[in-house]
């Protein structure tokens, strides 16, 4: 870990220690670095605004009434994605028993391709954007979710296997495996600007 890393997880942790012991402005400190990280999160998981916010807003009231039992955690914007999950998967789970739905995976990653990316978007072509496009749509919900907690957010292989619920080696395998596929797409054989056409697909998840 770096000395910036190390720096941040200190001032994460005192943070946390001041809302645990009853410090208004560190709880709203908390909810606003992170409420917008979540609610775009939460947006890719389930496309009703409404569930999303709801789901957030469940999470942030279970910590506030649980602070004095839950530990400090050493990543706070990992557990906060972790809780928001497991919230909006519980929800579902209880929509779909009050309907008499059949039970199946609830939650399932969807990227929605932003054609008007800035900065990356300007060194390619209106017809290549669609090909980034459509290599996006062939990796599986479970691919992008991974590439997006990883190259996105920055989280762990141990930190995704956690929020995804399977082992962090597989997670490892996943990444490799999906980078893989995407630089032996006929894009990347055609441009000296390779790099930049991964980064640009990994900016879209």
């Given at each position: 870990m770096s000395i910036i890393e190390e720096t941040i997880q200190e001032?994460?942790?005192e943070v946390?220690?001041?809302f645990v012991n009853g410090d208004k402005n560190a709880f709203t400190s908390i909810y606003n670095l992170n409420v917008d990280a979540l609610f775009s999160y939460g947006m890719k998981l389930n496309p009703e605004k409404?569930?999303?916010k709801d789901c957030i807003q469940d999470v942030f009231l279970d910590i506030y009434e649980h602070r004095k039992q839950i530990s400090t955690p050493k990543n706070i914007r990992f557990y906060?994605?972790?809780a928001l999950?497991?919230?909006m998967f519980r929800e579902l789970k209880k929509e779909r028993k009050k309907s008499h739905l059949p039970e199946h995976e609830n939650l399932s990653f969807i990227t929605a391709y932003n054609i008007e990316t800035k900065t990356i978007s300007t060194e390619v072509e209106e017809h290549q954007k669609e090909l980034v496009a459509k290599i996006i749509k062939e990796l599986t919900p479970k691919q992008q979710e991974i590439l997006y907690l990883r190259f996105t957010k920055g989280f762990s292989y141990i930190e995704i296997s956690e929020i995804i619920n399977i082992n962090h080696n597989s997670v490892r395998k996943q990444v490799y495996r999906v980078i893989k596929k995407l630089r032996k797409n006929p894009i990347?054989?055609?441009t000296t600007n390779s790099g930049v056409y991964l980064l640009l697909i990994l900016s879209q998840l």
């Open positions: 001032e994460s942790e946390w220690i001041k409404g569930f999303v906060l994605f972790k999950k497991h919230t990347f054989n055609t």
